[in-house]
């Protein structure tokens, strides 16, 4: 009991407090900093392969079980374009940071894109693929948006976030058919680039309205946020629309 | 039983499962549950129990956290400064949680996605720091491992009893397979279950019945 006695009365000294503290924080730091290195590529793949699932979603109809890099490498054709709409070569997709670009101007954003290959003719493409960064309630959203040929349909669109409020502004990345209300609206109006904005409110009718969608309850903010991610990435990639636009 | 053979392992003449031992993991099961009875951990147990696999996979990560961290803080008991010991505790259990999140993320990065902040929740959740400072501050490794280890069952078994209500009821399906569909009929889930506030319910329920069963009174 004696002994420890002394043994506690070390352990409050302040040298022995601040030693200690150290010592755990290097040998938790250089633990975590291990795993976090020994992880690292199994993770980098589960992105890479959810992100590739993402694009693949906002157009087909994906199966269980299908495998989604080689349906990947069959349709989709990736490359990444600047502002003017010409196509940078020796920059892959996922080189690009979107974060980090979307915080530049508009005109100097690097823009990746995705076409989908027409399976007869590999000339033309079948659909678009468009990723969008913005910033919504709390944190960064982002997502992809599906356009068919004629570079102006809606085919589809996949949304994801930070940090939505769950059951709230989240319901852009978990609730299907949220998403499913883009579906087969238009973002260009006689040529004008317009966009398609989520309005205030839910249970609202725009069926005949092409250029807006019925809102999400209590997520108003996170909807403005989707909003001005819309307007904001698609007139970044107009004049790469322009150009597809005319060739077809 | 096996005591013969185990109790070369440990230098004190104790059985490894001695009777003691053995309630360390069989009484957080049930008469001092750590959801049910002492009512800690309720905020994951409402959050991530509408399917079966997420919940499956959040008992087992705090299974493995409790565990860990009584094993770790036990070993370290005698050296650990009382004045920080709550910070050296945390600085613990988060090392534990920050690494099974991370072998989320590389092997199930889908329930990963869905667990979200719950994993890293389990640092503050209070079942593992109260087991750190009731129990593994002042015993054993050994009978903090399996402390931990029947806190972190009885914590998983109210999980998945929950989750296996919520999930069936309200989307009649158990570890997403459609169980009504595939017998042939079809059923229109029930939305409530979906919440938090189904969960709710059904926790009331299960500590209703347990404690009915337990004959469990609040004065004792």
Known sequence: MQTKNEDYSVRQSNLYI??????????????????????????????????????????????????????????????????????????????VNLAAEYKKPPEQRLLPIYEFKNESDSNKIDYVVLPVYGFGLW?????????????????????????????????????DEVQARYKGKSIYDNNKLVSVTMMKGEGNDYGDDPHKVDGMSGATLTAKGVNNMLTDYLSSYENYLKKKKANS | MSESVETLVEKKSEPLFSKKNKKLITNPLDIDNPITVQVLGICSALAVTTQMKPAFIMALSLLVVTACSNVAISVMRNAIPQRIRIIVQLAVVSLWVTLVNELLKAYVYDVSKQLAVFVGLIITNCIVMGRLEAFAMSNKPWPSFLD?????????????????????????????????????????????????????????????????????????
Request: overall charge negative.
């Open chain 1, 139 to 175: 944190n960064d959203i982002w997502g992809f948006v599906a356009l068919e040929s004629d570079m102006n349909t809606i085919r589809g669109v996949k949304f994801d976030h930070k940090g939505e409020t769950p059951g709230l502004g989240a319901r852009i990345s978990s609730d």
């Open chain 1, 18 to 95: 601040i030693i200690y503290a150290a010592v755990l924080t290097l040998v938790c730091g250089g633990l975590l900093a291990l795993a976090s290195e020994g992880l690292k590529e199994k993770q980098q793949f589960n992105i890479a392969l959810e992100q590739k699932q993402n694009i693949l979603a906002t157009v087909v109809d994906l199966q269980e079980g299908q495998d989604v890099n080689v349906l990947y490498a069959q349709l989709v054709n990736e490359f990444v374009i600047d502002y003017q709409g010409s196509i940078k070569e020796g920059i892959k997709p996922q080189d």
């Open chain 2, 148 to 220: 931990g280890l029947g806190n972190g069952l009885g914590y998983g078994l109210i999980l998945m009893a929950v989750a296996f209500f919520r999930e069936i009821l309200g989307s009649g399906a158990l570890f997403g397979f459609k169980i009504f569909e595939a017998v042939g009929f079809h059923y229109q889930g029930n939305g409530l279950m979906l919440l938090p506030a189904g969960a709710c319910i059904i926790v009331g329920i299960v500590i209703w019945v347990q404690r009915s069963i337990n004959g469990y009174r609040e004065s004792h």
